[in-house]
């Protein structure tokens, strides 16, 4: 036997055989560059990339197209994001064949692959949210056929696809690396029990927040008033708590527990979005009453920002002491206004009685003093007036 023969046979060198879907003509070119891994792998990934950004490209050009033309500014963010993830998903399978063609043992190649696809569904966590809550806004404008999807329940909705997009991919993860989920499902169990006693807290503002939103007592924009006396605009209304503004510019935290519970005054709650503002005025005994009426109803029909429907009206509410006391009442469009509103009214409804020689009393007193056994009136009668606010 000869020394050659001898001699084990030298391994033959890697080579990546031709994808099936790969053109014929393509095949030759493949198989010499099949000879140079690294340089075939290289390849491979810069195509890869490219593919992917001309692809994306055509999908945002011709798609830009066929939006429809009920929510433009909804439906380009909802393209760009299904772009995205057309060109995500080339990528990947361009750095998985850029693997493969490398000849790496068969542990190195799986977990490389792995990485990457637990990369992949990170990714598409969050393209998924992103592409959900724009989903359901879009819904919630086609109120003709989908009139569950609202403003005020859009963060129900949200939450929901939050919670099913996140434990999908936890499970997809799972699978990936070939763990086993029904282990962990049970770990979770009783984890969750002991979480649920040391953060009682937590968990009833959770579900607070899930049954505001749900009942919506009040929505994002509504001046609300709560039992503290504190008063601004929800600017937020989250799982945990619902932040408010105050007109002082001063964000206020309100755990969704207590909200739940608290009576809650919504100024832009009724029929519609308006708030009431009252302007109490007193005339002297005397005075024209019908006069006093169509002055002051005057003045709130002059005004700009009060509304023309409904239209304001002055209602007599009583004798006083030293007056006849009315109420004008008129709506702005917006709760913001009523201090700005209130006092302009006031001004020019002071002038105007002024104008007109209606008299606006103002309580008297007669002060007595008792001199050497006499009383008699000191200063004759001495008027004071008195801040009644």
Known sequence: MSDSAAEPLAEAPYRAEAPLWMPEGLVPTWDFLATYPI?????????????????????LTWG??????TSPDLGTRLLRIVANVAALMVVYI???LAIQVLGLSERAEQTL??????????????????????????LSRVRDRYEIVEERTLPLFDLVMTIL???????????VWDINPTAWLASAGVIGIAVGFAARDTLANLFAGFFIIADSPYKLGDYIVLDSGDRGEVTKVGIRSTRLLTRDDVEITVPNSEMA??????????RWVKFRIRIKVGVAYGSDVDEVVEL????ASNHDTVCKDPTPRVRMRGFGDSSLDFELLCWVDHPVQRGVVTHELYMKIYKELGKAG??????????????????????SRANAAFDDQ
């Not at 692959?113 to 879009?138: F, N």
């Not at 434990?167 to 699978?175: E, F, R």
């Not at 007595?368 to 200063?379: I, K, N, Y």
């Open 113 to 138: 692959i792995r990485i990457l696809l637990s990369l992949l569904i990170l990714r598409l966590i969050k393209s998924a949210m992103r592409a959900s809550h724009i989903g359901l806004e879009i």
């Open 358 to 379: 209606i008299e606006i009393p103002f309580p008297q007193r007669d002060v007595w003093v008792r001199d050497g056994g006499e009383v008699r009136l000191s200063d």
């Open 64 to 69: 830009n197209k066929l939006i429809s033309r």
């Open 165 to 175: 997009i996140i434990g999908a991919a936890a499970y997809a993860l799972l699978m």
């Open 39 to 59: 340089v075939l792998s290289l390849i491979v990934m810069v195509v890869g990339i490219g593919v992917a950004v001309i692809g994306r490209g055509l999908v």
């Open 94 to 96: 361009a750095l998985v």
């Open 296 to 299: 002051l109803e005057r003045v």
């Open 261 to 270: 519970t608290s009576k809650i005054y919504n100024e832009s709650g009724g």
